[in-house]
């Protein structure tokens, strides 16, 4: 059953990210009007509300872009760095969503920043678990219904880590669509770009959420459901 769900998350998670790459690509090939590189835009956004503090820089890969709360930096990959189109001005006001969601202590990111280290904790507890499994059985030394709190508390952590970063990812993109239209550095077909690229980009999220729900709940049924 495990093998099932993951083989259809998998090809739904597979889907939406070659959709997702393939919007880019073709809204990349579309030169902005108003000439502005994702830096440009970024930088002008951060000014706009009054963010001084938060660096824009440049760092390698595709679809690597990120905003780092520990260091205050907006990271955009080069091809949204140097970008002129509506996929890079897309992605560059994102960030700088999360960069603003940061500056007015928004309430899913604080809880979603205070959530990293448990959630690492129990990745961790996982990997171990799935590893001792592999090699002979869950030769823990520990009684099944433990291994099976352990198991479930540690999804259910992850599971509870994806469902907040959803209101943390949609926010940024509202943030950022509100910022570009009104600030008027995209036309209207620039926007509905913009929109369409950072809907698709949502959706991983979604899938990642509804993949690690239906997971937790096939662990709560292997472990707990057949009691009396």
């Not at 902005?32 to 509300?49: F, P, R, T, W, Y």
């Not at 280290?117 to 592999?134: D, E, R, V, Y």
């Not at 291994?147 to 943390?168: A, D, H």
Request: hydrophobic share 50%; net charge neutral; glycine share 4%.
């Amino acid at each position: 059953m495990i093998i099932l769900i993951v083989v259809v998350f998998a090809i739904l998670g597979f889907v939406v990210s070659s959709q997702l790459k393939s919007k880019f690509k073709r809204y990349s090939q579309t030169s902005l009007q108003a000439n502005l590189s994702g830096e440009e835009i970024a930088k002008l956004m951060l000014a706009d509300h009054n963010i001084h503090d938060v660096r824009v820089i440049c760092v390698e890969g595709q679809l690597t872009d990120h905003y780092n709360p520990m260091d205050k930096t907006v990271n955009l990959s080069p091809d949204v760095f140097y970008g002129r189109n509506a996929a890079a001005t897309a992605v560059a006001a994102h960030e700088c969503g999360h960069a603003v969601q940061h500056a007015t202590a928004y309430s899913w990111l604080s809880f979603r920043s205070a959530m990293v280290p448990i959630q690492n904790i129990s990745s961790k507890i996982l990997n171990f678990i799935l590893i001792a499994s592999l090699f002979g059985g869950f030769a823990l030394g520990l009684p099944v219904p433990l291994i099976g709190y352990l198991v479930v508390g540690s999804y259910s952590v992850m599971t509870l880590f994806s469902l907040v970063t959803l209101p943390v990812e949609f926010d940024a993109s509202n943030r950022a669509l509100a910022w570009v239209q009104q600030r008027n550095v995209v036309t209207r077909e620039e926007y509905a770009m913009s929109k369409d690229a950072l809907n698709w980009a949502a959706r991983t999220y979604l899938v990642a959420a509804l993949a690690s729900l239906v997971t937790l709940a096939y662990y709560i049924f292997v472990f707990f459901g057949n009691r009396n």
